[in-house]
């Protein structure tokens, strides 16, 4: 499968949201990636609901929903409402996390689990088979245009090798201070699907960025 591009909007430019989303639908951008806080899973707050409706009238792409949220289940079924396709929570925020991926799934989304940068790839043993997508943190969430964290490479073999066992589709997105420095690696290590915040809204030319992005050679 061709890797897939999914640039974050929390690095847009909320006044020129839809002037973004529509540089997004016209660009080799496969998803969008949205990413909500809290402010207490995650020492930020970044935007809920209402912002995401109104992107998603003008977005012609997935929705990619990362909940950087406590207590998620609780918001699930909203955030479908609000055009969520994919919903991808926090293991490090889910006590019954079995039953939050079956929740993700009753309300027609495709379900992902998010790791942070210290929880090891195999706590996602028991639940593999059940997944869509699992998002592994390469920066601690909370922030856009943060540093890469070389350890990564090194979580997404081994959740490769574990999925070419237990979930042969399943969909392995990295996400925080991806670019074109990394990006070959990562694909190398088994990964295929990017988010792209600062590397892409940061860019000169951010649809360009997004075209490279997608079409790096991994020969
Ligand atoms: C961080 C978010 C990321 C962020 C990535 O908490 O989950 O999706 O937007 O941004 P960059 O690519 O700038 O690291
Ligand atoms: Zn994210």
New binding site residues.
Partial sequence: MKHLIAP?I??ADFANLQRDVEMINASEADWF?V?V?DGVF?P?ISFGFPVISAAKKHAKKPFDV?L?IVDPDRYIPEFAKSGADIITVHYEACTHLHRSIQLIKSVGCKAGVALNPHTPVFLLKDILSELDLVLI?S????????KFIPQTLNKVAELKEMALLDNPNLIIEV?????MQNIEALIKAGANAF??????FAAENPSQMIADLKNVDTN
Avoid: I
């Fill in positions: 974050s929390l690095s990636h990413d806080m995650v930020n990362h950087m943190m920066v601690n969430p909370g922030f856009g245009g943060q996400d925080g201070g991806v670019g988010v792209a915040g600062n590397a892409v």
